[in-house]
């Protein structure tokens, strides 16, 4: 089973208001991460987790916080969201962090803030 | 910093004839290339990965060759079918870049028609 699983895969929000997207992997894979995709730009690592350890990306380093309580599940959080926010969410996984690993990809949460 | 570049926007395609979609790639070191596909409503899966030059790697039908003299990794199919209509979008990997973090191109919609 190669399957990463995010909800919602539609979230409503407004500005100001938080976001919690979750991810979910069953392949005991040690490497999760989150990208933000927008239309016409490719996608964008945020931050990623190797096992407990958080990495997050200096350029969004304060615009997003994340947790992985245990092996199988990762959250992202927006504190508060504004309309910049909105965007397709890609949570991904992989097993180690070589340069030649396969990422697994789930379907996406896709954010709209109004 | 590590970029990659990608045929842009929609290429449409009539079935039977052969698919090429470019990318080309900015690197400081000798990275892992990779082609993923997105289906309509589906998660971004690999499709092709290289790091060693002038080898083919082939699956369903699709091929890539890396060019490291070039900085290309162009994906190639002899016969386009309806069902490879997708989103493709190719990128690039480094052993010790900071992260290892996979890096996207914008990504190229193909589009097959009967």
């Known amino acids: 089973d190669t399957t990463v699983k995010q909800n919602p895969r539609y979230k409503l929000a407004r500005v100001g208001k938080p976001v919690n997207l979750i991810c979910s992997q069953t392949?005991?894979?040690?490497?999760m991460y989150w990208y933000q995709k927008k239309p016409n730009q490719a996608p964008k690592l945020l931050l990623f987790?190797?096992?407990?350890?958080?990495?997050r990306e200096a350029d969004t380093f304060e615009k997003f916080q994340s947790s992985r309580p245990n092996n199988s599940f990762c959250s992202l959080y927006i504190g508060s969201a504004g309309l910049e926010y909105s965007a397709m969410y890609l949570c991904?996984?992989?097993?180690?962090?070589?340069?030649?690993?396969?990422?697994?990809f789930g379907e996406g949460s896709r954010l709209i803030v109004v | 910093g590590d970029s990659v570049t990608q045929t842009e926007g929609l290429v449409t395609l009539t079935e039977g004839l052969p698919v090429m979609l470019n990318c080309t790639y900015q690197?400081?070191?000798?990275?892992?290339l990779f082609w993923y596909v997105q289906h309509l409503n589906e998660a971004p899966k690999l499709l092709l990965k290289?790091?060693?030059?002038?080898k083919r790697p082939e699956h369903q039908g699709f091929h890539a060759t890396l060019h490291k003299s070039s900085s290309s990794f162009h994906l190639q199919k002899s016969s386009a079918q309806l069902s490879d209509s997708a989103l493709y979008y190719c990128?690039?990997?480094?052993?010790?870049?900071?992260?290892?973090?996979?890096?996207f191109g914008i990504g190229t919609l193909l589009s097959v028609k009967p």
């Open positions: 690197s400081t070191y000798s990275p892992f």
């Open positions: 987790y190797y096992d407990k350890i958080l990495n």
């Open positions: 392949m005991n894979h040690d490497t």
């Open positions: 990128a690039l990997r480094n052993y010790g870049s900071s992260g290892n973090k996979l890096i």
């Open positions: 290289s790091f060693t030059d002038n």
């Open positions: 991904a996984s992989s097993r180690g962090q070589g340069a030649g690993n396969t990422l697994y």
